[in-house]
């Protein structure tokens, strides 16, 4: 059998599996110039991490959707409405406060990466001649690998970082019951250990892609959140990991595959240097909405006015926040497709 790569080895490595375990080594190595580089350049940290990409990756979605001419027709009712929905239910949330909208904004985003993970496990094993049983473990080993670092988070003492705000997570400790999930969690991965290692051996084939995405995702998720307790750490290996393979795979799968036919943006990016023009693009739309929230909401970064936005923010902070909350909900459409082997 074929290794059911992405794109290429070195191109998947790279872009889609590697930066799990890049991100990882380069905390285990340097864990005390990270602490230091947290404490004195912290407006670097935000602008390469937060902006360059974690906000990035979310405008690479246009370049399945909204750039695509086809693609815009076909899902249109959707495209234009679903983000009129995502204002009006921000709308609603703030009004019942402010930690309110956060606390469920950081909900819909944790399952979002999760799904993330899920995904590329999902297109790593495409090609596979598939039982209920083997599905199930392998959901079983990508959930468990996301999902108890997150249910650590809830139920044990106070992390000192946050997804979004302070607070937005319900929080009830209980190590008696994390003690019951941990064993279950070691359960399900030394299960999912054995089980491949049995049908590599059967089949004489070893899916290098599938283990190693489910590999990364749990040395990320349980590294970033349950061993270190830091907040650049858990921002490196959660930011870095999601955002990077995101951004590769619309290039992979979209930009690179329309490039050669299609009109407007896309043949502008063919015109120069494809992956440093589609870079640039997303690179300087999330700057453009990252100053907005730095100029309208957290003047944290960016201080260029002292006018008091404060009684606007029912209204601002709902809008600004259109474009990744549509993102976390359109993912959940534009993948999904009837196609075998897609």
Request: aromatic letters at 22%; a neutral charge.
């Amino acid at each position: 059998m074929i290794q059911p790569w992405i794109h290429k080895a070195k191109t998947d490595f790279l872009f889609i599996i590697g930066p799990s375990f890049f991100v990882l080594a380069v905390v285990l190595l340097f864990q005390d110039s990270i602490i230091k580089i947290e404490n004195d350049y912290s407006f670097y940290t935000w602008l390469f991490l937060i902006v360059f990409i974690d906000v990035a990756h979310v405008y690479a979605t246009l370049f399945k959707t909204y750039f695509v001419k086809d693609e815009f027709q076909k899902r249109k009712k959707l495209l234009i409405l679903l983000p009129l929905i995502c204002f009006a239910i921000s709308m609603v949330l703030f009004l019942f406060g402010s930690l309110v909208f956060w606390s469920f904004l950081a909900y819909v985003a944790v399952f979002h990466f999760i799904r993330q993970q899920y995904g590329f496990m999902r297109l790593y094993v495409r090609n596979e001649v598939k039982t209920t049983f083997s599905a199930l473990i392998d959901n079983l080993a990508i959930y468990a690998s996301t999902g108890y670092p997150m249910l650590f988070w809830f139920l044990s003492p106070e992390r000192k970082f946050n997804w979004f705000v302070e607070d937005e997570f319900f929080h009830f400790e209980n190590k008696a019951l994390l003690d019951v999930l941990f064993w279950i969690y070691i359960a399900i991965l030394a299960l999912y250990i054995v089980r491949t290692i049995v049908v590599s051996l059967q089949k004489q084939f070893f899916n290098i892609p599938k283990n190693a995405i489910i590999l990364g995702t749990a040395l990320s998720w349980y590294f970033g959140i349950v061993y270190f307790n830091d907040d650049l750490i858990f921002t490196l290996l959660n930011v870095v990991s999601h955002g990077i393979p995101y951004m590769a795979l619309i290039y992979f799968r979209e930009v690179e595959k329309r490039s050669d036919s299609e009109k407007g943006i896309f043949s502008f990016i063919k015109s120069y240097n494809a992956v440093f023009v589609y870079v640039l693009i997303l690179l300087i739309i999330a700057f453009s909405e990252e100053f907005l929230w730095e100029f309208f909401v957290w003047k944290e970064n960016i201080s260029i006015t002292n006018f008091d936005f404060s009684s606007w923010q029912f209204l601002l902070v709902p809008l600004l926040s259109v474009p990744q909350f549509t993102h976390y909900l359109l993912d959940g459409f534009i993948w999904k497709s009837k196609k075998p082997g897609s």
